[in-house]
């Protein structure tokens, strides 16, 4: 969990570095370039198989979500501090709880509710105007980004009932690239070869950062693995300080902290009640 972590933020560092040069449409191109290349080897031995649904308008709709989610990310990590960055899309696990009552009709207690109101409430304390974030579209598309990974979250917690892991992956994979391709068409341009070497290891980091964080989830217990996930915070405060000069002002690591707690919270109510936690959706 904690090699996802330094992954992740690593990740996140090559996005905002290259981020003068490359528009975000056209990383999100070569993170999911990446992402179906790792998949190939899975996929050839049985393609029929790993192709195999029977609803592939969900499958469609959580891939368009997640491409767009992913290029409103890398929108974000490009325009703000990374540490500002990060702790937005910490929301994701607080979008999850609207979306569990209104889309998979689930009965959510009154913990959860306030746990989630306090959350989006230290949102609100990270977008003060006088921030250097502000209340402007970096952060807007932060927000949004977290919303449309939560959106494949509760599409997979959907499929997954009588879907493979497998089959969500290929699809996800396969889907993720062709969509990616026309808005990256618009912005295209070639890289040159020490470029071509950074978006190359931008996109495998991003596949390691999953492998890392489903490995850690499946050997560790999850009320215990999942806050382990906030460390990124940590560590993208410390490069954001070493290869930007970033410095969190006060109230902007506050309203992190509030969102950090409202979600480890929710996280250990799951699993006290038992739930089953679907896999990750992360905007890697």
């Keep these: 969990m904690v090699a996802s972590a330094v992954t992740f933020t690593v ?3 090559l996005i905002k570095y290259l981020g003068s040069d490359y528009h975000p449409a056209l990383q999100a191109f070569y993170r999911q370039l990446a992402g179906f290349v790792v998949m190939v080897p899975l996929i050839l031995p ?3 198989a790993a192709f195999r ?3 592939p308008g969900i499958l469609l709709f959580r891939a368009s979500a997640g491409t767009i989610g992913m290029i409103l990310a890398f929108y974000a990590y490009q325009a703000m501090p990374l540490a500002d960055a990060n702790a937005l899309s910490f929301t994701r696990t607080l979008w999850l709880v609207p979306l569990a009552v209104f889309v998979l009709r ?3 207690g ?5 746990a989630t109101t306090v959350g989006f409430g230290g949102a609100m304390l990270m977008l003060q105007p006088s921030t250097e974030a502000g ?3 970096p952060a807007a ?3 949004s980004s977290a919303l449309l990974f939560a959106l494949t979250v509760t599409g997979m917690k959907v499929m997954t009932r009588d879907h493979s892991t497998l089959v969500l992956m290929t699809w996800s994979s396969a889907l993720g690239l062709l969509l990616s391709i026309p808005p990256a068409a618009f912005v295209w341009r070639w890289p040159n070869g020490f470029d071509l070497l950074l978006l190359s290891a931008m996109g495998v980091l991003g596949t390691v950062t999953q492998a890392c964080y489903i490995k850690g989830m499946s050997l560790g217990d999850a009320a215990v693995m999942a806050p382990l996930d906030y ?3 940590v560590f993208a405060v410390i490069f954001g300080f070493l290869m930007f000069k970033e410095i969190p002002n006060a109230m902007t690591m506050l309203g992190a902290l509030v969102i950090i707690a409202s979600t480890v919270y929710i996280t250990l109510r799951e699993s006290r009640l038992g739930r089953p936690k679907p896999p990750p959706a992360r905007d890697e």
């Design 11 to 13: 990740m996140t560092l």
């Design 46 to 48: 049985s393609p029929r």
């Design 141 to 143: 598309a932060a927000l």
């Design 135 to 137: 209340l402007g579209w």
């Design 231 to 233: 460390t990124r915070l």
């Design 53 to 55: 649904t029977t609803r």
């Design 110 to 114: 009154i913990r959860r509710i306030a």
């Design 106 to 108: 689930e009965t959510v």
